[in-house]
């Protein structure tokens, strides 16, 4: 199936006096905030890929986004049309780093840390060479 390179879903601006703008879409289910519109913009939209792309990896049905003029809203809030451009998010998430925990002897451990060895490079490195992906 071919993925979706752009989605575009509409966001709920709640503006409250002192407090950040909340930002929530209500076809995920899903929320953030921020200290002024550009910032909460920028939220939304980070928001938004890491969610699609949650729901891409894990085979689920992607909703399909409510028409801006169906959206229901206070008088406080405004919604915002926000687009996320899926292959940037998907690359990003490609090399992103895991955590794994290794056991090594004391001995070896110490003398890496007196030696202040880069676990995570050598770990890498043996990886590579390991699996011929030099």
């Known amino acids: 199936m071919k993925k979706v390179e752009r989605y575009f879903y ?7 006096q ?8 209500p076809d995920l289910g899903c929320a953030t905030s921020g200290t002024n519109e550009d910032d909460a913009l ?13 729901l891409e990896e894990d085979g689920e ?4 986004p409510t028409p801006l003029p169906l959206v ?5 809030e405004r919604v915002v049309l926000v687009d996320v451009y899926m292959p940037s ?26 030696r202040e ?3 995570s490079q050598v770990l890498q490195d043996a990886l590579k060479e390991q699996l011929h992906l030099r």
Not at 42 to 54: F, I, T
Not at 72 to 76: A, I
């Open 89 to 114: 998010i998907r690359m990003a998430q490609v090399n992103r780093s895991v955590s794994r925990t290794v056991t090594l002897p004391a001995w070896l451990n110490a003398a890496a840390l007196e």
């Open 117 to 119: 060895v880069n676990f």
């Open 10 to 16: 509409p966001a709920v601006f709640t503006y409250e």
């Open 72 to 76: 229901k809203l206070e008088e406080n």
């Open 42 to 54: 920028l939220s939304a939209r980070e928001l938004l890929g890491c969610v699609l792309n949650g």
């Open 61 to 64: 049905n992607i909703p399909a």
């Open 18 to 25: 002192g407090q950040e703008i909340a930002v929530s879409f």
